[in-house]
């Protein structure tokens, strides 16, 4: 899965002053049965990218992933 991220508006007209991403996401098969999820983000430069990490980027993204392991795990408790 490849798409672009961009800040926008509430009416989805990007904000060309903001960091914009092309990010690339696979899933693969891992051990027992499972899926392994990878997630690359690539920016236009390094301002770019510490411009992101400067405004929580780090802590946005481990909270996403905790709330998609969290559905996750609820989605298989209810198939058991």
């Excluded at 499972?34 to 780090?58: N, W």
């Excluded at 802590?59 to 905790?66: A, E, R, V």
């Amino acid at each position: 899965i490849v798409f672009a991220d961009a800040f926008s508006d509430a009416e989805g007209n990007v904000n060309a002053k903001m960091p914009q991403a092309l990010i690339t996401v696979e899933l693969a098969e891992h051990e027992g049965g499972a899926t392994r999820q990878t997630s690359r983000s690539r920016y236009e430069s390094p301002d770019m990218l510490d411009k992101v990490l400067a405004m929580g980027m780090v802590d946005g993204m481990t909270l996403s992933m905790n709330q998609l392991d969290e559905l996750l795990e609820a989605l298989q408790a209810e198939r058991r």
